[in-house]
């Protein structure tokens, strides 16, 4: 059973987030849509391709990124929301600071998206708590120049599940209502492809309560899986396909959101995985 998220539609299917990262170097859409004007229509895309939302971003998470100034943060990302979000288009902010994902909510972003759940800036929780609005609280053990040196588990899925339950009581203790908090296990943040494996598999086992959003969209433990005879990774840009199966596999699964960045086999493969699940239940299509 998907479990719903306030201000979200509930069709019965797990919803698709496409992403419009606005950045000069995000490893899997390498500044396709730095340009502001580039990003609004990129968005409006996504949007007639299926997407129920899109998930605005103006700094990098690739491994090894290093920070972006606030005011360049802001510079890219606000725009980008104001316009799409006048357009009637449902929008998320992806950003671990908290100024950000204010200017953001008063631009019309209707989620915050923060990859590091509140810890990256002690302001975030108490910000996300006055707006009212949806939480995504992702996994993360540290910014992103050295967290692969943060990969070390004994049971990837008890520390991860045991590690979101803290930030949640940290965050809900600083005002958030538990009802807005969606989880996500932060695929591929200080994490090993054989650990983003088990958490995919184990998916169910991270909450029995709150809804989870994942994101393997393009993600390097694709391309290390389909690594061609050479040994070498499939690049990002083809990993699009599996992406897609990880949709459905995480559908299936229970998830109430994939974030993707080809929209349109993504939305395709939930409403399979919806219709396998009415089957199952005994409604016809
Ligand atoms: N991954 C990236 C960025 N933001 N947000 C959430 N909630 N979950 C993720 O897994 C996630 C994210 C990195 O991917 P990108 O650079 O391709 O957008």
């Known amino acids: 059973m998907t479990i719903g998220v306030p201000g979200f539609p509930a069709p019965g299917r797990c919803l698709v987030m496409g992403v419009?990262?606005?950045?000069?170097?995000?490893?899997?859409?390498?500044?396709?849509?730095?340009?502001?004007?580039?990003?609004?229509?990129?968005?409006?895309?996504l949007i007639a391709e299926g997407a129920d939302l899109v998930d605005v971003g103006g700094e990098s998470t690739r491994p090894g990124a290093q920070r972006v100034p606030l005011a360049e943060e802001l510079r890219r990302v606000i725009p980008v929301i104001e316009a799409l979000a006048a357009d009637g288009v449902p929008v998320s902010v992806d950003t671990m600071r908290a100024e950000v994902a204010e200017a953001a909510v008063a631009a019309g972003a209707r989620l915050v998206n923060d990859v590091s759940g509140g810890l990256a800036d002690p302001?975030?929780?108490?910000?996300?708590?006055?707006?009212?609005?949806?939480?995504?609280?992702?996994?993360?053990?540290?910014?992103?120049?050295?967290?692969?040196?943060?990969?070390?588990?004994?049971?990837?899925?008890?520390e991860v599940r045991a590690e979101l339950h803290q930030r949640v009581e940290a965050v809900v203790a600083q005002g958030v209502d538990p009802s807005m908090i969606v989880l996500d296990p932060g695929l591929g943040f200080a994490k090993r492809p054989h650990h983003n494996w088990t958490l995919l598999a184990h998916l169910g086992e991270l909450s029995d309560e709150l809804p989870i959003l994942v994101g393997a969209s393009r993600k390097r433990f694709l391309g290390k899986l389909l690594a061609?005879?050479?040994?070498?990774?499939?690049?990002?840009?083809?990993?699009?396909?599996?992406?897609?199966?990880?949709?459905?596999?995480?559908?299936?699964?229970?998830?109430?959101?994939?974030?993707?960045?080809?929209?349109?086999?993504?939305?395709?493969?939930?409403?399979?995985?919806?219709?396998?699940?009415?089957?199952?239940?005994?409604?016809?299509?």
């Not at 006055?130 to 992103?144: D, K, L, T």
């Not at 040196?149 to 990837?156: F, G, I, K, P, T």
Request: charged share 20%; proline share 5%.
């Open 20 to 45: 419009v990262n606005v950045t000069p170097d995000s490893f899997s859409d390498g500044g396709a849509w730095f340009d502001a004007d580039k990003a609004i229509r990129h968005g409006h895309d």
């Open 123 to 158: 302001d975030m929780a108490r910000v996300v708590a006055a707006a009212q609005v949806p939480y995504v609280v992702m996994h993360w053990r540290g910014h992103s120049h050295d967290m692969y040196r943060r990969a070390e588990y004994a049971d990837v899925v008890a």
């Open 228 to 285: 061609g005879p050479d040994g070498h990774p499939r690049p990002f840009i083809d990993c699009d396909d599996a992406t897609v199966a990880v949709s459905a596999l995480a559908a299936a699964a229970g998830a109430w959101c994939v974030r993707v960045h080809r929209v349109r086999p993504n939305a395709d493969a939930v409403r399979v995985a919806a219709a396998v699940h009415a089957a199952q239940r005994g409604e016809t299509g």
